[in-house]
């Protein structure tokens, strides 16, 4: 199959994150998408290609347009109030603060904008990020021209973007701009497969109340892993889309074989729902040494994955979300495009 990628991707290359109560080196860095690319070199997996440059409507289609705009303008404003290091956001409006406020402070923009402290934001994050979703986007418009599979080389991430925040290491929400964007181009019901370690929160709330984009989420317990406010079993989507969201939190420690009876249902409610076409969010940070999650996948694994959603026999877009052991993550993530492929 076909990768996607550009090195624009690269740009966006944070130093630090605030975990823990400390600055610590980042976690999402470029040496992840080039890992990747080289093991898709190595392993022939197929073609690599650029992405096509997209227009910002797109994008339009799935976050609110002001945000695209304060993610443009972001640097420019940043550096103009005298900062130069990468940001972080600090202060948000929550319940008992007004929302109804234009804020115009660069520190009340990025809470505005935002859902947590743990996603820096450079010089380079906006281009990236572009760069990041012309790359789903690409995967997408190969799936419409007849390929039966593309794999988009994500990179920074995307399921945990919202219609007009950022966060999780995200900003555009990679696998919903290919959904929509595959809505927009003529297919009727579109399912999401998210198998990131982490639920894919911005996701399933752009979809929350639609029928046409199934949401299907398989992750570590919010109760006791990032993002804690949702992910939860009895989400289930809401007016139109009630039924169209389902959740699998799992608890820490999980392995394949605890995993699999999720994965199997997951897959039996892709069979009912017939899509034209699956997108799988791939995060491989369900990895065994994946130094900030829980469960305890193995190499091996991610094959019987790739196997397990061939036999779903649905087109499928692989794109990619988080996983962040980076000396394996070449490997496991094409382990699962060759268990898909066969
Ligand atoms: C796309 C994706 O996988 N985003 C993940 C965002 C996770 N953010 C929370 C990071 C918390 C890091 N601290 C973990 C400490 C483990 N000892
Ligand atoms: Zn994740």
Request: proline residues 6%; charged residues 25%.
């Amino acid at each position: 199959m076909k990768t996607v990628f550009s090195n624009t991707q690269l740009a966006h290359a944070p130093a630090q994150e605030i975990s823990d109560g400390e600055l610590k080196p980042a976690v999402e860095i470029p040496s992840r998408a080039e890992i990747v690319l080289k093991t898709v070199r190595e392993r022939n997996v197929g073609e690599i290609v650029a992405p096509e440059e997209f227009p910002v409507r797109p994008l339009h289609r799935v976050h609110a347009p002001e945000y695209v705009s304060f993610l443009e303008s972001f640097w420019e404003k940043w550096t103009a109030a005298g900062r130069s290091r990468e940001a972080f956001p600090f202060v948000w409006p929550i319940r008992s603060l007004r929302q109804d406020v234009q804020v115009e402070h660069i520190d009340g923009l990025l809470g505005r904008y935002s859902m947590d402290a743990g996603t820096p934001l450079g010089e380079n994050t906006y281009k990236a990020a572009r760069a990041s979703a012309d790359t789903a986007l690409t995967a997408a418009r190969l799936l419409l021209d007849g390929e039966k599979s593309a794999f988009a080389l994500c990179r920074p991430p995307g399921h945990h973007a919202g219609y007009d925040f950022f966060g999780g290491y995200c900003f555009f929400n990679n696998a919903a701009v290919a959904a929509q964007y595959l809505r927009d181009y003529g297919l009727h019901r579109i399912a999401i497969l998210d198998v990131d370690y982490h639920h894919g929160n911005g996701t399933q709330a752009l979809f929350y109340d639609r029928p046409d984009i199934l949401f299907l989420s398989i992750h570590a317990d919010p109760k006791h892993e990032y993002p804690y406010f949702l992910g939860f079993a009895d989400e289930t989507g809401e007016h139109a889309g009630t039924g169209f969201t389902r959740n699998w939190p799992l608890p820490l420690g999980t392995d394949w074989d605890s995993y699999t009876p999720a994965l199997e249902e997951a897959c039996r409610w892709l069979l009912v729902y017939k899509p034209e076409a699956l997108i799988v969010s791939l995060g491989m940070d369900c990895y065994e040494n994946d130094p900030i999650s829980g469960f305890k996948f193995k190499s091996e694994d991610y094959i019987r994955l790739g196997q397990r959603l061939a036999k779903v026999g649905v087109p499928t877009i692989f794109l990619m979300e988080g996983g962040y052991a980076v000396d394996a993550l070449g490997t496991n993530c094409v382990n699962v495009l060759e268990g898909f492929e066969g």
